[in-house]
């Protein structure tokens, strides 16, 4: 049943470019994919392990100025491009990692946007290192195996290889040892503590892979888009990214890539609004943070149990009439 | 085993251990019993090393621990399970028991889920709920699971704090009957606990704690029979103490 919900999903994405034939439709799918994987990367510390990160669009810019630069600048491929920004923007993870040893809630989500704002300003005045406001231009498109992905229909299909398969490593990451550890810091820190969890080094991790996959993103874009400059990695965008993780559904990978998707393809759908657009977008979210707080991947969740009426179990009391227990054994007491 | 030596704790400026000191021998179980705000939980917590002692030592298996941090504890054989179970809502009952294994950094996660398996055959009282979430669980199953998820840590002692608090009198039995069964296999433990009477039943010595000092150290049995511990903790009357009892 799962299994065929995702083939048909993946047929689907697979056949979209071919549905929605304009450019236009190309570029925002690209978008989309992009989105998603940065999306994916900011489930790892806000989703799983709790810790609220506001510079995910920073994380996007480091990767992006990375892979321009090495290409543009020093004219070396995208596929050493790639990798660079990946690391650069791990390295700054694991940095800003450091301060949620001691911080916490907003506390931390106060430094995660000074980071931010810190990057944004290094990226629009070291004119000599990024080119300052004019941005770089003429990044070159990468090609793979002698093609050139130089259109946004190709672009969007190399793009959606990569979110397939950040997608896999996400959900593999989240059942394993550090998957587990991740969500018991987020459930009770000193719980987790007492239970011998390394919260300290699984923060780090978890950042690290926040600022990886973001950083991988801000490659992808930086060639898909051939022009990048400060702006477009601004605290606004770092606050996108986190109605796209809390509205798809926090927490879970299914849940985040939907959020993504609906959040880059909503100002297209509600264009017919005008001015309005905004007010009516605002409005929509919080309604759904009211009334759907584990997002549309919850709400999703519910409906499937309704439909395929699996009850909603009662859990029986611990003692049931005529079933032996233990504690009728007794402890101590003398009769 | 474990060897407390004259630990001060404190909280900012608020001193709540006044140089505690306390044994655990192997194969026992050692009761700490006192009110309210006595210093029982600080003491388990100084212990784990969630909380850091200002002055004294704490030795385990002759080596110093006291400036260790609390997964590297763990490791060195030392569970503890929190006051108030402490187990996490939003994750499996069977997450909840991997998690405990946290520690065992050279088991492969099949070897883990093969141990969460045995747990649950060990608690039945978890088995039917091995895949609900931690908070759809009723409070004797949550002090269970927290209790089992300690164990995964495979410990040589066991800190328990307030296991009994807030369950029904015959769940009270069943942690109580728990607890012996985990010493008979062999593990060492230090429980905390308000209700002074079963504790004391269960445990081979008893320490009991005011306002940040030991008052009080004797063997269980003797303790069940101080007139100071009888008036204090467990009720003067027959009446009481078969409520307590129950």
Known sequence: ?335 | MLKVKDIETYYGSIQALKGISLEVNEGEVVTLLGSNGAGKSTTLKTISGLLRPVRGTIEFMGERIDHLKPEVIVQKGIAHVPEGRKIFPGLTVRDNLMLGASGRVKLSKAQIAEEAEQMLELFPALKPFADKLGWTLSGGQQQMLAIARGLMARPKLLLLDEPSLGLAPVLVQEVFHIIRDINTRGTTILLVEQNAFMALKVAHRGYVMETGKIVLHDLATNLLNNEQVKRAYLGTTKAARRQVVG
């Open chain 1, 1 to 335: 049943m799962k299994f065929i919900l995702i083939f048909l999903i993946l047929a689907f994405a697979i056949v979209a470019p071919l549905i929605w034939t304009t450019d236009y439709w190309h570029h925002l799918m690209v978008l989309a994919a992009i989105y998603a994987i940065v999306a994916l990367g900011l489930n790892f510390t806000l989703g799983l392990t709790g810790q609220l990160s506001l510079a995910q669009a920073a994380f996007w810019g480091i990767g992006a100025y990375t892979s321009a630069l090495l290409t543009v600048r020093h004219e070396l491929s995208f596929w050493i491009g790639l990798p660079a920004a990946a690391a650069v923007s791990a390295l700054f993870g694991i940095l800003l990692g450091f301060p949620s040893f001691k911080l916490s809630g907003h506390y931390l989500a106060m430094t995660t946007i000074g980071f931010g704002i810190i990057v944004r300003l290094v990226l629009q005045n070291e004119t000599d290192l990024t080119g300052g406001a004019d941005g770089i231009a003429g990044i070159p498109a990468p090609t793979l195996l002698g093609f050139d992905i130089d259109d946004n229909r190709k672009f969007y299909y190399f793009a959606l290889g990569f979110l397939i398969l950040l997608s896999i490593v996400a959900l593999r990451v989240q059942h394993s040892r550090a998957g587990r550890a991740f969500q018991a810091i987020r459930e009770n820190e000193m719980a987790a503590s007492a239970t011998g969890v390394n919260i300290n080094r699984y923060k780090l991790i978890a950042f690290m892979f926040s600022a990886l996959y973001a950083g991988i993103a801000g490659s992808l874009y930086a060639h898909s888009a051939g022009y990048i400059s400060p702006d477009t990695f601004s605290f606004d965008q770092s606050v996108i990214f986190l109605v796209m993780l809390v509205l798809g559904g926090s927490g879970s990978v299914y849940g985040t890539l939907l959020g993504a998707i609906l959040i880059t393809f909503l100002p297209e759908w509600l264009r017919f609004l005008k001015s309005y657009y905004m007010a009516v977008y605002g409005a929509g979210v919080l309604l759904m943070m009211i009334f759907l707080p584990t997002g549309m991947w919850g709400l999703l969740e519910m409906i499937h149990e309704r439909i395929i009426g699996k009850p909603v179990e009662v859990i029986p009391p611990l003692d049931r009439p005529g079933e032996p227990r233990k504690a009728e054994l007794s402890v101590g007491a003398k009769k």
